[in-house]
């Protein structure tokens, strides 16, 4: 297990990286905290935390329903992280096809489906089922798997709100795009998303504040979507060579890191294009760099650091170019050729430099 900033990585399950915030252990101690209050027993804690502990199983089996789901149609999955109000699967992209997006968005509840199915097969055959104890404690129900059940059907029906970034969000969207296009299905269902928050969060004042938290959470997420959908309509269409940068240092293989530091103490680029005898062999990361001054020092070589270039071609459409680069954060530099030779370099602060400036344009 290693950490990574706020996120503690799990390991690695059909080759996508699980990961766990910090703050998720919280979740436990709470749960642990509010069965303690409402029971007095040490059994009462032990139910309570196999019972959440299972339950995020179920997540952890949600998100893998959507990541597994979009692999099929050659969308990768970066990582998923477990948080405290759930799970997140970062896919590389969304699908572009409305009735792929619907299907990916609608895998993971139906892996609650199925997980709510099996449980009641089993307490059927078993005989398992209980009436509800009314005398009995509210959160010491008689039987843990009747329970686990129909936390699944909530999770399923929880997660069909329409309201970004709740499955049932990206389902609205997706409908709303196979008439009004995607740009403006994804400002429509970002409007009834934060409409959702709002009701919530009122509904969290005047009772549960954990539905504060949840309304932030679906606000947020509303507006990201919104804002990601808006970016990549200004950058559709257009060609990288709108935006590359012409401007830049190159370096040789055999340079030490020293010059790679001067270069960079210099000016503001962090990320070079290495080049033996004019031909392109490799990138050397700001990342790299550093690894390598800590390594080997300033007398170390860039090719002892560099990797393999990603290249683009001058009319590459940006929007596809900025989902390269999504895709793999480690690649912050992409290179831009031309009949063999390197004519210049894009990265996401470029984009993001870019995207400024046409939204200054359009203010006029």
């Known amino acids: 297990m290693t950490w990574e900033g706020w996120s503690l990585k799990l390991g690695r399950v059909a080759g996508i990286d699980l990961w766990m915030h910090a703050t998720f252990p919280l979740l436990f101690i709470w749960v642990g905290f509010i ?3 409402q029971t007095g027993t040490l059994a009462g804690v032990l139910f309570g935390l196999s019972f959440i502990a299972v339950l995020f199983l179920c997540v952890i089996l949600h998100e893998y329903g959507h990541a597994l789901t979009a692999r099929r149609y050659g969308i990768g999955t970066r990582y998923i992280t477990l ?3 759930g799970g997140l699967a970062a896919l590389e992209r969304m699908p572009r096809r409305p009735r792929h997006e619907i299907i990916v968005a609608l895998m993971g509840p139906a892996v609650n489906i199925v997980i ?3 449980l009641a097969v089993l307490l059927t055959l078993t005989g398992g089922w209980v009436a509800p104890d009314m005398d009995g404690p509210m959160l010491m129900p008689a039987n843990f798997l009747q329970t686990v059940l129909f936390a699944n059907i909530f999770l399923a029906v929880f997660n069909m709100i329409p309201a970004f970034p709740m499955d049932g969000g990206r389902v609205l969207r997706a409908a709303l795009s196979l008439r009004m296009g995607h740009v403006s299905a994804t400002r429509v269902a970002a409007r009834v998303g934060k409409t959702v928050a709002l009701g919530f969060g009122v509904l969290g004042l005047f009772g549960n504040p954990l539905l504060i938290l949840i309304a932030g959470f679906i606000w947020i997420g509303a507006a990201g979507e919104a804002g990601a959908s808006e970016m990549e309509a200004q950058l559709q269409g257009r060609p990288v060579a709108r935006a590359m940068i012409t401007d830049f240092h190159t370096l040789a ?5 020293g010059h790679a530091v001067d270069l960079t103490l210099a000016g503001k680029q962090t990320d070079f294009p290495v080049l033996d005898a004019g031909r392109l062999v ?3 990361s700001q990342a790299a760099i550093l690894r390598g001054l800590r390594d080997h020092g300033l007398h170390g070589r860039v090719a002892e650091v560099m990797s393999e270039p990603v290249t683009a071609d001058l009319h590459t459409d940006l929007a596809e170019l900025m989902e390269n680069l999504q895709r793999d954060p480690e690649h912050r530099l992409i290179c831009l050729m ?6 210049g370099v894009i990265d996401m602060e470029n984009i993001a430099e870019f995207l400024r400036i046409q939204a200054a344009l359009s203010e006029r």
């Open 35 to 37: 069965y303690w209050v």
């Open 83 to 85: 948080l405290p109000i």
């Open 116 to 118: 709510a199915a099996a």
């Open 253 to 257: 293989p055999g340079a030490p890191l």
């Open 282 to 284: 490799g990138v050397a």
């Open 338 to 343: 031309q009949r063999g030779a390197l004519v």
